[in-house]
């Protein structure tokens, strides 16, 4: 089993919609968490942490949920600028820190 | 206002030749990261060095060394390349701790023919 899992997609909303993406890791010793946005053939970059308690940053809420070992990233009011794979990566607790990526969901926002 | 700079943009190769991708970040971060990203595929990493003077194998390692040259620098290199080595290569650094984000160059579209 892949550490971190994601449904690859892709998802295809007309804008305005509300999306979801659910990943889940296996090490349930995983410390941070955070979602990166990936635009074609660019760097990743960061989106957003992912706190135990949620957090918001403006139409993006992240989520964590330890029992089940998900985080969630729920994209309101989708704009065409929001087309762009979303990958999830997993730090553990300790050691060496080295950050692992899921294999991305792909987002495909339609007028 | 760097960051991670990444060299070459774009690379074409004949089976065999060698090369060394080179990195370098302005941001006197302790942890530098190869990976490397094929469709379908994510980022899998190559190599990785958590402070100056260390390096590891991440979890595709075979085929490239790496050279930590001092804080800043951080270079893969492939010593044979072969057609499986296609892929986009991404430098990456952080502090170094689990709660800090990476901070990725612009890439290396590598092609072996």
């Known amino acids: 089993r892949k550490e971190v899992e994601q449904d690859p997609g892709p998802f295809n909303v007309p804008e305005g919609a509300t999306v979801a993406f659910n990943c889940t890791y296996s090490?349930?010793?995983?410390?941070?968490f955070f979602w990166y946005r990936q635009d074609c053939r660019k760097e990743p970059k960061l989106l957003m942490s992912v706190y135990s308690s949620g957090n918001e940053d403006g139409r993006f809420t992240a989520q964590l949920n330890r029992a089940s070992q998900y985080i969630s990233l729920l994209i309101r009011d989708s704009k065409l600028s929001d087309s762009a794979t979303y990958l999830c990566v997993v730090t553990p607790s300790g050691g060496s820190y080295i950050p692992t990526f899921g294999r991305g969901t792909s987002l495909i926002v339609h007028p | 206002n760097a960051g991670v700079t990444q060299t070459p943009k774009f690379q074409v190769l004949k089976t065999g030749q060698s090369m060394t991708l080179q990195c370098a970040q302005d941001m006197n971060h302790n942890s530098m990261y190869w990976y490397r990203q094929d469709p379908g595929m994510g980022l899998r990493l190559i190599y990785y060095?958590?402070?100056?003077?260390?390096?590891d194998k991440g979890e595709v390692p075979n085929g490239y060394n790496v050279s930590r040259l001092n804080k800043r620098e951080f270079s893969l290199r492939l010593e044979s390349a072969a057609p499986s080595q296609t892929s986009v290569y991404f430098c990456a650094s952080s502090e170094g701790r689990s709660n800090e984000k990476l901070f990725f160059g612009s890439g290396t579209q590598l092609s072996v023919l």
């Open positions: 060095s958590a402070s100056e003077g260390t390096t």
């Open positions: 090490n349930s010793a995983s410390q941070s």
